[in-house]
């Protein structure tokens, strides 16, 4: 994965050297889905701002615990919570 300074184009630790890229058809099934589930209508430029504020916290979910792996050896095997 290529990496910049860039702040603009950061998510967590990862820095990406392009943006997110998101489809108009992504955009509209967020406005869908945002409109369905909180009952109010985002803008294009609103839905995908939303999108990559929860594109770069699953970014930083996935960093966490990568982290928290390394540190207790835990392996997905490991995970009590599975069925």
């Not at 820095?15 to 108009?24: D, G, H």
């Not at 369905?36 to 430029?45: M, V, Y």
């Not at 970014?59 to 990568?66: A, F, N, Y």
Request: net charge negative; glycine share 4%.
């Amino acid at each position: 994965m290529e990496r910049t300074s860039d702040p603009r184009h950061t998510s967590g630790r990862i820095r990406y050297a392009q943006p997110m890229q998101l489809s108009e058809k992504q955009i509209n099934d967020l406005i869908e889905a945002w409109k369905a589930d909180f009952g109010e209508t985002l803008s294009p430029d609103a839905a995908r701002s939303e999108a990559l504020r929860l594109l770069d916290f699953f970014v930083w979910m996935v960093d966490e615990l990568t982290a928290q792996k390394r540190q207790t050896g835990a392996s997905p095997a490991d995970d009590t919570t599975k069925p």
